[in-house]
């Protein structure tokens, strides 16, 4: 069985400031982890994926196998980035598992 | 170009009755999937359609789920005798090939029972 958790239903802070969502999954084998991101009355759509190691946004998220975690970073959070985060697993099938959602806020 | 598109946006109906949602995915996705977005419950999967292969139904709630797709393109989503816990958004969303990349999402439908 595939698992997703994100700890945090929600995350303050102040403009200017680092942040990091947090994503721990369960997978016995060697998933496949994304970030989709939800801006405000805009589609769900996909920030990052961990095969393509990319900078989106100023996001960056690293796979650690060890602690099987994919959590979110930025180093200097921007009022723009105040949306609902989900992280996301594909395992063996075609059907991911998403974590419930972590809803960041960013403020002036 | 045109991405996924759902209809309606909203639709509110009474407890019992039947409701269709209508999901377009990107032309020449062949992968469709739908999901239901509850507050505080995150994405959960429902069903997933792929070429003309047999969906997997395995996350439809209930019986009174059920979805087709037509022609590998289209796809309905029917909620049968309606209840107040099937509130919620329906999202739908398409990818190419095998469903292994990238999945584009729709708008979504809220779904409100009353």
């Known amino acids: 069985a595939q698992r997703v958790t994100q700890p945090e239903k929600l995350l303050s802070v102040f403009k200017g400031a680092p942040v990091e969502l947090k994503c721990n999954y369960s997978y016995s084998g060697s998933p496949e982890l994304f970030w989709y991101v939800q801006y405000s009355r805009q589609r769900l759509q996909l920030l990052l994926r961990h095969i393509s190691r990319e900078s989106i946004k100023g996001f960056t998220a690293d796979l650690n196998k060890g602690e099987t975690s994919f959590h979110l970073k930025k180093p200097f959070a921007q009022e723009e980035d105040s949306a609902m985060y989900y992280c996301?697993?594909?395992?063996?099938?075609?059907?991911?598992?998403f974590g419930r959602g972590t809803s960041l806020i960013v403020h002036p | 170009g045109a991405g996924v598109s759902q209809s309606p946006s909203n639709k509110v109906t009474e407890k019992g009755k039947d409701v269709e949602l209508r999901c377009d995915p990107i032309s020449g996705h062949t992968a469709l999937y739908w999901y239901r977005q509850s507050l505080g419950q995150g994405l959960e999967f429902l069903i997933y359609f792929q070429g003309n292969s047999a969906p997997d139904k395995s996350g439809l709630p209930s019986d009174r789920f059920s979805a087709e797709r037509t022609g590998g393109s289209v796809s309905t989503l029917t909620i049968q005798r309606t209840q107040q816990e099937d509130s919620a958004v329906y999202l739908c969303?398409?990818?190419?090939?095998?469903?292994?990349?990238?999945?584009?999402f729709g708008p979504g439908t809220r779904l409100t029972v009353t």
């Open positions: 996301a697993l594909r395992g063996g099938s075609y059907i991911p598992t």
């Open positions: 969303a398409s990818s190419s090939g095998t469903g292994l990349g990238e999945q584009y």
